[in-house]
């Protein structure tokens, strides 16, 4: 009886794990001449989105219960409720008894698409429900940020559209699936006019044509099998014709979005793994008019981002009030309509921290931005630069609440702009000291300078929690909001909480003069799932210092694969797995 339960329990388990990129349908062995038919269920992620007249008109691939990645181009001026999404869909025509059908909720182009250029032609849609995987419905893995796709190597491309430029597919319109592999990056740009090709697109095709994908298929998924996942490379974005020699198709690099991807999926995000290629990639070697040279030695790998170190900053106990450039890297101005509404703290090398209380009247990423490596609100800033915000997100729990706000770039590190570590249960010792630091209308000035304060971390009494850090009594004016408590723990700089001005939850003075501050480490979960893995000071750059939901996985030797760490799946799963356990010895 025992050992039924045991077989019963790895059957159940083995239906709940449902990972990404497993096509079990898919006995793809051969390699094939031109394209074809695809079976049932070889492409579990395909899409297939229809518009109000029920036409399909685009591809796309899903990556989640909810999400589904495609081509901005396709969304132009589309409102969602006019979308349909088609999965497990085999034809155009007649029945398909593995198939569903979902609204769409939301379409987010990525804020970058240069219609133009072609340029990030990536898009997400929100489903209006979530679906249930079947053998027929899976999502595909993505390819991982620090992911190399060399010159040749192998990708398939499935789609409903034309089969040769002007020729529509065929009744009954089955899916069809074609293999082609990588054209390197320069030959590209020497195909296509140089500078045509950004960092942000990859071609795929032969010299001499033949297979390609076409229009219809735009949005579709170019896949590539490494170690027994599937991993999505690219999404069909233009080509001259189709199929013609010398010009390959083109396609989003969907490893270049890992980030932005992640800061709109913030729960239950996809799965992604690094594609390693190996040997020497032969696109090194090609050269035309124009091209600048490729590097005599192949790429190094940057050296990681760490965060808590401020080369400009000494202070000592008992300095000044007035702050000088440099001192303080990490501090954001977060503006909106060119005025300083709020102080922030650069907490990753794309994410600025602040007060949830900031955004209340206005949520609207576009009509913010924010600045970094600034010193004085009025007068000569030689170092800061401004940036866009792509999307703001708000923590939801009881109490005080912070916010994410993710930037349309990543700033370029120097002395004056660096990142904060962030809490994730540092020990602050009593005694020990900690500063502040915002800007005010009514203090600095005529520049109105960066002000900072400093005060010591104090026993908590009854108020002590793991989520309150306590301190000496100080003043905070509006404009301090959203800044920074910090303290420096073993050579390197670390936020303890976010400051605020309006939220008296947040900021509870006692009768004996004790300041009780919510510590960062109550938002970890909602931190690691919006920002991704946080960053490691210099001392300890070989490990990480939090679970993440945006940990890129190691490379696929190992078959390493990340997902949500702690997404209601897995606690779901967890509780599961400790039920059936214990129905081990009844």
């Known amino acids: 009886?025992?050992?039924?339960?045991?077989?019963?329990?790895?059957?159940?388990?083995?239906?709940?794990?449902?990972?990404?990129?497993?096509?079990?349908?898919?006995?793809?062995?051969?390699?094939?001449?031109?394209?074809?038919?695809?079976?049932?269920?070889?492409?579990?992620?395909?899409?297939?989105?229809?518009?109000?007249?029920?036409?399909?008109?685009?591809?796309?691939?899903?990556?989640?219960?909810?999400?589904?990645?495609?081509?901005?181009?396709?969304?132009?001026?589309?409102?969602?409720?006019s979308l349909t999404v088609y999965l497990g869909r085999q034809t155009q025509e007649g029945t398909n008894s593995n198939e569903v059908a979902v609204g769409v909720s939301q379409i987010i182009n990525n804020p970058n698409y240069n219609s133009a250029t072609s340029d990030n032609d990536i898009a997400l849609l929100r489903l209006a429900s979530t679906v249930t995987f079947t053998n027929y419905i899976r999502p595909v893995c993505l390819a991982a940020s620090d992911s190399t796709f060399f010159n040749g190597t192998d990708t398939w491309v499935t789609g409903w559209g034309n089969i040769q430029s002007g020729v529509s597919l065929p009744s009954p319109g089955n899916l069809m699936e074609v293999e082609v592999p990588v054209v390197g990056?320069?030959?590209?740009?020497?195909?296509?006019?140089?500078?045509?090709?950004?960092?942000?697109?990859?071609?795929?095709?032969?010299?001499?044509?033949?297979?390609?994908?076409?229009?219809?298929?735009?949005?579709?998924?170019?896949?590539?099998?490494?170690?027994?996942?599937?991993?999505?490379?690219?999404?069909?974005?233009?080509?001259?014709?189709?199929?013609?020699?010398?010009?390959?198709?083109?396609?989003?690099?969907?490893?270049?979005?890992?980030?932005?991807?992640?800061?709109?999926?913030?729960?239950?995000?996809?799965?992604?793994?690094?594609?390693?290629?190996?040997?020497?990639?032969?696109?090194l070697s090609v050269n035309c008019a124009g091209l600048p040279p490729a590097p005599t030695n192949p790429p190094t790998t940057p050296a990681p981002v760490v965060c808590g170190q401020a080369p400009l900053n000494s202070r000592i106990v008992g300095g000044s009030s007035v702050a000088t450039a440099g001192v303080w890297p990490w501090m954001a101005s977060l503006q909106k309509n060119g005025g300083h509404v709020c102080g922030g703290t650069l907490v990753a090398v794309d994410s600025v921290l602040s007060n949830a209380n900031c955004f209340s009247s206005s949520p609207t990423p576009s009509e913010w931005t924010v600045v970094l490596g600034r010193l004085n609100q009025n007068g000569l800033n030689p170092f800061e630069v401004t940036l866009n915000v792509t999307n703001i997100t708000l923590s939801n729990l009881t109490g005080s609440n912070v916010a994410v706000l993710h930037l349309s770039s990543q700033p370029t590190l120097s002395n004056y702009i660096q990142p904060i570590c962030l809490d994730n249960g540092q020990t602050f010792a009593v005694g020990s000291t900690a500063w502040g630091s915002g800007w005010n209308s009514g203090r600095g000035g005529e520049e109105q300078a960066l002000q900072e304060f400093q005060t010591s971390v104090v026993d908590c009494g009854n108020s002590s929690?793991?989520?309150?850090?306590?301190?000496?009594?100080?003043?905070?004016?509006?404009?301090?909001?959203?800044?920074?408590?910090m303290s420096k723990v073993d050579g390197s700089w670390f936020q303890a909480s976010v400051l605020s001005f309006e939220n008296n939850s947040t900021r509870i003075?006692?009768?004996?003069?004790?300041?009780?501050?919510?510590?960062?480490?109550?938002?970890?979960?909602?931190?690691?799932?919006?920002?991704?893995?946080?960053?490691?000071?210099?001392?300890?750059?070989?490990?990480?210092?939090?679970?993440?939901?945006n940990t890129i996985a190691t490379t696929t030797t190992s078959s390493s694969v990340d997902g949500p760490a702690h997404s209601s799946f897995f606690i779901f799963f967890h509780l599961l797995v400790l039920s059936l356990c214990l129905q081990l010895f009844v």
């Not at 497993?22 to 899409?47: D, E, K, S, Y």
């Not at 229009?215 to 590539?224: A, C, H, I, K």
């Open 1 to 81: 009886m025992a050992l039924n339960k045991v077989i019963y329990t790895a059957t159940l388990l083995a239906l709940l794990i449902q990972e990404c990129g497993i096509a079990p349908l898919n006995t793809r062995n051969t390699r094939i001449v031109g394209g074809q038919v695809a079976a049932a269920g070889f492409w579990p992620w395909m899409a297939s989105i229809h518009g109000s007249g029920n036409f399909h008109f685009c591809g796309g691939s899903l990556i989640t219960n909810e999400w589904v990645i495609s081509a901005a181009h396709c969304f132009q001026g589309t409102i969602p409720s």
């Open 185 to 283: 990056s320069r030959q590209c740009n020497c195909n296509y006019g140089v500078g045509t090709i950004t960092d942000n697109m990859i071609c795929a095709g032969l010299e001499d044509g033949g297979r390609d994908s076409c229009q219809g298929d735009s949005g579709g998924p170019m896949v590539s099998k490494q170690n027994g996942r599937w991993l999505l490379v690219g999404a069909v974005s233009f080509g001259r014709g189709c199929a013609e020699p010398n010009f390959p198709g083109v396609y989003a690099r969907v490893s270049q979005y890992q980030t932005w991807i992640n800061s709109q999926i913030v729960t239950n995000q996809p799965s992604y793994i690094t594609f390693t290629s190996t040997g020497t990639d032969g696109d």
């Open 465 to 485: 929690s793991s989520d309150t850090i306590c301190t000496g009594s100080f003043t905070l004016e509006e404009g301090d909001s959203g800044g920074p408590l």
């Open 509 to 549: 003075v006692r009768a004996d003069a004790v300041m009780v501050l919510t510590r960062l480490s109550h938002f970890q979960q909602f931190l690691s799932s919006t920002i991704g893995t946080f960053l490691s000071p210099a001392s300890s750059t070989s490990s990480s210092t939090t679970a993440s939901a």
